[in-house]
């Protein structure tokens, strides 16, 4: 099952399930927890598109410089099934902020 992350590959159409962790997210988290792999999980759950917009207010924070391309992408505005993060410019009440030292 392809990684599922809302700022790069969430497939709009899909539900919430389970999905497979991509190397580089294992690898992210790998460093977070000291190298620690052994306690680092390989699978996670996703919401849907569909569930994320219903909610009343959404906040996509990021903190990771591999983060910093789709985070631009997204705040240039347009709205496209590649990057379907962008269909949070959609939401009546949504903010996208990167901690660190790009994109607030």
Same mark, same amino acid.
């Given at each position: 099952?392809?990684?599922?992350?809302? #700022?790069?590959?969430?497939?709009?159409?899909?539900?919430?399930?389970?999905? !497979?962790?991509?190397?580089?997210?294992?690898?992210?988290?790998?460093?977070?927890?000291?190298?620690?792999? +052994?306690?680092?999980?390989?699978?996670? !759950?996703?919401? #849907?598109?569909?569930?994320?917009? !219903?909610? /009343?207010?959404?906040?996509?924070? !990021?903190?990771?410089?591999?983060?910093?391309?789709?985070?631009? =992408?997204?705040? %240039? #505005?347009?709205?496209?099934?590649?990057?379907?993060? %962008?269909?949070?410019?959609? =939401?009546? +009440?949504?903010? &996208?902020?990167?901690? /660190? +030292? &790009?994109?607030?």
């Amino acid at each position: 099952m392809p990684e599922a992350e809302i #700022g790069r590959e969430e497939f709009a159409a899909l539900p919430s399930r389970l999905i !497979a962790l991509s190397p580089l997210t294992v690898e992210t988290n790998r460093r977070l927890t000291a190298g620690g792999e +052994d306690i680092v999980p390989r699978h996670a !759950a996703t919401m #849907g598109m569909r569930q994320i917009l !219903a909610a /009343g207010t959404l906040l996509l924070l !990021a903190c990771f410089p591999e983060q910093k391309r789709p985070l631009e =992408a997204i705040k %240039s #505005g347009r709205i496209t099934p590649e990057l379907p993060a %962008s269909y949070l410019l959609r =939401a009546a +009440d949504s903010e &996208i902020a990167m901690i /660190g +030292d &790009i994109l607030l």
